[in-house]
């Protein structure tokens, strides 16, 4: 079992950034795949980003592709988002999400256990 927290939403202009966290419970963390999710206002949730065990492998949906970036510290149990060159489209709350899978591959399915989210929010 492990609880996840996702930190480091808000309100933020077009263009700027921001760097998402996800805090983990447990000593298992390292064996995990991890991955982050958004869900927009009124629209499905979506993968964005994933990263192996280790960090030696990450994924990202097209959109994410040169402006988000994944990385992970096991020694801190947490796994972070980059999010640069924000654009309004990116508003959705952010989520992520731990599989046992030890992958962190776009498939929904395979994450056993989710965060509440953090919200992120896109001016123009």
């Known amino acids: 079992q492990v609880q996840l927290v996702e930190s480091g939403g808000g309100l933020v202009q077009a263009g700027g950034s921001l760097r998402l966290s996800c805090a983990a419970s447990?000593?298992?963390?390292?064996?995990?795949?991890m991955g982050w999710f958004r869900q927009p206002p009124g629209k499905e949730r979506e993968f964005v980003a994933g990263?192996?065990?280790?960090?030696?492998?990450?994924w990202y949906t097209d959109s994410a592709k040169g402006r988000f970036t994944i990385s992970r510290d096991n020694a801190k149990n947490t796994v972070y988002l980059q999010v640069n060159s924000l654009k309004p489209d990116d508003t959705a709350v952010y989520y992520c999400?731990?599989?046992?899978?030890?992958?962190?591959?776009?498939?929904?399915?395979?994450?056993?256990?989710w965060g509440q989210g953090t919200q992120v929010t896109v001016s123009s």
């Open positions: 999400a731990a599989s046992r899978l030890r992958v962190g591959m776009p498939d929904m399915g395979q994450y056993a256990f």
């Open positions: 447990g000593r298992t963390f390292s064996s995990y795949g």
């Open positions: 990263i192996n065990w280790n960090g030696g492998s990450t």
